[in-house]
């Protein structure tokens, strides 16, 4: 049974990167074709492994980008003191391999048996799995009511900009742009607060689940509002990165 | 560096406990406050990964991996649930 992997435990496998894109000047997609995958759940993650040449080695918790059945992808943002995402963003090739384990998680996770209207929170990257739970919306064909209320510094600094564009049908997509913003902008403006959140989020009448993701202080803001405007703290699900400048 | 929370040790998690375990739902041996894995802060830069209560701040749980072996401290768990399903 050599290769077989023990149930319930993780296994650590070499991936070869399939495709990179870049979304933002900081920001890169990274394609992967992993030998054995079992598929996983919008909202799930993967730990990337990178091993230097003494020994070292270093291990990161990636969202996964990509619906469930698509290629796997995780979207990486850059972090200048970073470890891992320098060498992610910058120096990775099509062709070179990736050690990874997953998919890892099943509490921020979402699948089109919830039936609730969803309330999606993004502060900067934090749009990944929000990503990964509308493609999976879409892919599944389910008709549950979506917002997403995306913060971004400036409008250049939003990732997937153009298929966040594209979705209709049931989801309302808008920013709130905290830093600068172009001529002529008539969306939000500034950091999300309970004032934004009470205008922009499903009241809690409608039973809707919410899921924030951003920087720490992004997600405790966002969570609070959302509790203070009548959600169950069990109906947000939160997760939280570590700084990257904040949104 | 700023904390992360748990749902980035769910790889973690597995290793140690054989299960998805971000949605188990512990309880504070400090302040009593109880809640998903998933919810509490983690910091990971230690020499080993340290988990506090987001409410008191109180240290719940502690992992070391010493070569191979990973040992676990978690005296400060007051309990640890199964994980809801999602």
Known sequence: MAGTAVRGRLTWQVATVAG?????????????????????????????????EDGYRAERSYSIASAPGERLAITVERLDDGEVSPYLTEELQVGDELELRGPIGGYFVWGPNDGSPLMLLAGGSGVVPLRCILRERLRTGSDVPARLLYSARTLPDVIYRDELGRHHDGVEVNYTLTRSRPPGWTGHTGRI?????????????????????????????????????GYPPERVKTERFGATGGP | ??????????????????????????????????????????YRQAPGTVVRCRVCGGILMVFVKVRSMTCVDLTGMASLDRPRAA
């Open chain 1, 20 to 52: 990179l894109t870049r979304e933002t000047p900081s920001v890169c997609t990274i394609e992967l074709e992993p030998p054995d995958w079992a598929g996983h759940r919008a909202g799930q993650h993967l730990d990337v492994r990178l091993t230097a």
């Open chain 1, 193 to 229: 607060n309970a004032d934004l959140l009470a205008d922009a989020a499903w009241p809690a009448a409608a039973n809707p689940v919410a899921y924030v993701c951003g920087p720490t202080s992004f997600v405790e803001t966002a969570a609070a509002a959302l509790v203070g405007l």
């Open chain 2, 1 to 42: 560096m700023e904390p992360l929370d748990g749902n980035s040790i769910g790889g973690l998690l597995i290793d140690v406990f054989g299960a998805e375990m971000t949605g188990a739902i512990g309880t504070c041996g400090i302040c009593g406050d109880t809640g998903p894995l998933a919810e509490l802060v983690v």
